[in-house]
Structures are given as structure tokens and as C-alpha cells.
């Protein structure tokens, strides 16, 4: 789950009713630009692009460690009102496809909220978190963490499909900081040992200087690493003791694009939108079995039709022909140039050392080895239809698998 550089300003609600805030500035606002960050206003917020440059951080990433603040994401605690832990679970689960009465404690899944065609409103992270007091988030039962671009229109449909005995609380005086790269969990466990025995899509509680904090073993690089919920005034605080590590550099949203898609990752508001359904993305992963086969959620009918059928065009990796990149916006034509698909990412890929893309085609020509042509500002491209990741994934699961 990410957002993505080029993404145009959200009209996001500012208390639900639908005043749209002023650009917000993060916990480590001052932080970044004493560092040097290049600031821009990306999902209503100030945020830094980069710092040493974009190709010089995704490259240290790849190779130690890198810290991105990803503050800008919605945090949201659940907390059931005379309904108790499992009550919340079934009601989230109500509005998701994703097995979520049936997530342990400590466990994370990646699940997506969709509208009642099947279309994606967004891509999420639940945890089920353990019991009260063994968290820092208070009576919550459930943590979400959404996209920044979409966490107040979220907010605002998720008040409107639970029950009223589930209370929404936006954890704005929270900062989210992610470390990421083969180094990091190292770096990471020495200011706060403990935090290696996690694997991937778990979490748990941890505390560092006297402060609370919430650690899951998950990312979007592609990379093993952690995301950190901390108290915002300690942000900054801890943002200079991870740089401190020689393995730790701050790295900017740039970086961050490109690993991801090196990843094969897709981006809410590029790869995934509300006409898109999880089987186009292929994000089948997603629908749990349980779910399927109850044929009890949001566009359900559609989904288990396309998952039978096949869908009509397929969300696929490309790889370009040549130096120059290929944007999102380009078209995928036939021979005869009508088009066809449509790129959704695209950029240069640093550990790949060429251009990359993710595209949406026929699923007939869906499979890898499949030549395309693309049209960008009235130039040709040529390109193949390439198995995604690009990069091979790193995260440590359990068994060391």
C-alpha cells in the first residue's frame, strides 16, 4: 500500500463533512529540511521527494537501509461500543473480502475495500491487535492503516457502512516511520531489541526511551524491514537515532516509487481505482477462501464471475525497450495503433538499470514474453510483457522462508 509522486491533490474531508483542509505539515517537517529534503506538496501534505537524489537513495535501499516517513497514511484505530473484540472483527470483515474474524492477535493482512461493483476505493492493512493494555492504541481491538490521499473519504465510508457500536478513531497524533532495506531490522533491533523476532506481516508492541511504540515486520520496497508507529512529539527523536546507525539514511517519496514498482507493487489512485476490480489487479490474494466461498462481500457476484471467466484486461509488468522511461498516461496500441491498454506507472528502474511499467491490456495478451508497443507524446515504444516483481521480494517470513 502506497501513494505516488504524481498524484493529483485529493479533495480529502477535513472533519468528515467535507471542508477540504489547508496543506498539513508532518511531525518531522523541520526535520526533513534541516536534512536537506526537498519538499513538495504530495496528498495534502508537505513532504520530501528526496534528499542526495533519487537513483543515489533507491540504490542504498536496495543495498543497506533507508527510513521514510510515511506519516501522511491514516491510522485508524476500531473500538467496539458494547460489542467485543470479535463483534468489531466481523463487522470490519462485513466491509472487506479479506478473512478478518479469523486474523490472530498480532497478525496483519492486506485486504481492500470495494464498492458494490467490485471496484477498489482503496487497498489497507488490518491488524488485529492483542488485548487491551498490550497495545499502545488504548480499547482499540482493530488497527487500520489506509492510504494518505484517501484516509478521509475512508473514514467517511466506513462511518457510514459499520454499525454505530464501532467507533473510528484517526490516530493523528501518531507518526508512521519505515525502515526499509536488507540492513534494517539490524539497525533497528539495536535501539530496540526484540524487533528481529518479528516476521513478516506481523507486529507487536515494543518501547524505546519511555515511549509506546507499535512495530510490524511489512513495507512497500519490496525489502524486509519495519513500519513504526510512534508518538508524534518522539519522532524526531528517533528519526535521529535510526540515522545514527551508518546503515540508516533518510531516503525521500521518489525513491520510494521506484522500489515499489521494482517491486510490482501496485499504487492506489494508478493501478488500482474504483473501476478496477481485485481480479483485473490481480490481487486474488486478497479474497480469502472463507469469503469466497460465502460469496458475502462487496461486488462479490462480478469478482467470483471474473475469477472464473477471466477478466477482460489484466494489470501486467512491462519491459521497456531502450533508455528512456514511459509514463503513466501512455497508451498500449495494436499494430494498427488503436489503443488497447493503458500504462499506469511506469519509470526508470535503478536496480534493473532500464526502464519499467506497469500496464493494464487484453487479458489475450496478458502473458509474459507477450511483445506491445506503447505511445507516449506521439513516440513509439517498444516493450514486452514482463513477470512481476522485477526485483525479487526479501521479506522474512516465518521459517526463514
Not at 14 to 37: N, S, T, Y
Not at 131 to 136: C, I, L, S, T, V
Not at 175 to 185: M, T, Y
Request: glycine share 12%.
Amino acid at each position: 500500500m502506497s501513494d505516488s509522486l504524481s498524484e493529483t491533490l485529493p479533495d480529502p474531508l477535513d472533519d468528515l463533512e467535507g471542508d477540504e483542509p489547508a496543506i498539513q505539515l508532518l511531525p518531522l517537517d523541520g526535520w526533513h529540511r534541516a536534512r536537506g529534503g526537498r519538499m513538495v506538496p504530495f496528498a495534502g501534505y508537505e513532504m520530501p521527494v528526496q534528499y542526495e537524489g533519487i537513483m543515489a537513495e533507491h540504490l542504498w535501499t536496495r543495498d543497506s537501509a533507508g527510513l521514510f516517513d510515511v506519516s501522511h497514511m491514516g491510522q485508524v484505530g476500531l473500538t467496539g461500543d458494547g460489542i467485543d473484540a470479535a463483534g468489531v472483527a466481523r463487522a470490519l470483515e462485513a466491509v472487506l473480502p479479506g478473512d478478518i474474524a479469523g486474523l490472530a492477535a498480532t497478525r496483519i493482512r492486506y485486504s481492500l475495500l470495494l464498492n458494490d461493483e467490485g471496484g477498489i476505493l482503496d487497498d489497507l492493512m488490518v491488524t488485529t491487535l492483542p488485548a487491551e493494555g498490550a497495545h499502545p492504541f488504548g480499547a482499540a481491538s482493530q488497527y487500520v492503516v489506509v492510504n494518505g490521499a484517501t484516509k478521509y473519504d475512508d473514514l467517511a465510508y466506513l462511518l457510514d457502512v459499520l454499525p454505530e457500536d464501532v467507533t473510528l478513531n484517526l490516530m493523528e497524533d501518531q507518526a508512521l516511520l519505515a525502515v526499509q532495506g536488507p540492513k534494517a531490522v539490524a539497525a533497528v533491533s539495536r535501539l530496540i531489541p526484540g524487533v528481529e523476532q518479528l516476521v513478516f506481516m506481523t507486529a507487536g508492541a515494543f518501547e524505546w526511551n519511555g515511549h509506546a511504540l507499535w512495530i510490524s515486520r511489512s513495507g512497500y520496497t519490496g525489502e524486509d524491514g519495519v513500519e513504526i508507529s510512534i508518538p508524534a512529539e518522539a519522532a524526531a527523536e528517533f528519526a535521529d537515532a535510526i540515522c545514527a546507525e551508518p546503515e540508516v539514511k533518510p531516503i525521500g517519496l521518489g525513491a520510494r516509487d521506484s522500489l515499489r514498482l521494482e517491486a510490482g507493487l501496485p499504487l492506489y489512485g494508478h493501478d488500482l481505482d474504483p473501476e478496477t476490480t481485485p481480479v483485473m489487479a490481480d490481487l486474488g490474494f486478497a479474497l480469502s477462501k472463507r469469503r469466497r466461498e460465502a460469496a458475502d462481500f462487496a461486488g462479490a457476484a462480478r469478482i467470483l464471475a471474473e475469477r472464473t471467466d477471466g477478466p477482460a484486461v489484466k494489470r501486467v509488468g512491462l519491459s521497456v525497450e531502450g533508455r528512456q522511461p514511459v509514463r503513466e498516461g501512455a497508451s498500449v496500441v495494436d499494430a494498427d495503433g488503436a489503443v488497447i491498454g493503458r500504462v499506469t506507472s511506469g519509470g526508470f528502474a535503478p536496480s534493473v538499470g532500464a526502464p519499467i511499467a506497469m500496464a493494464y491490456v487484453p487479458a489475450a495478451l496478458a502473458e509474459a514474453g507477450t511483445p506491445l508497443r506503447l505511445v507516449q507524446r506521439g513516440k513509439i515504444h517498444e516493450a514486452t510483457v514482463a513477470p512481476m516483481p522485477f526485483v525479487p521480494h526479501r521479506y522474512v517470513r516465518a521459517g526463514g522462508k
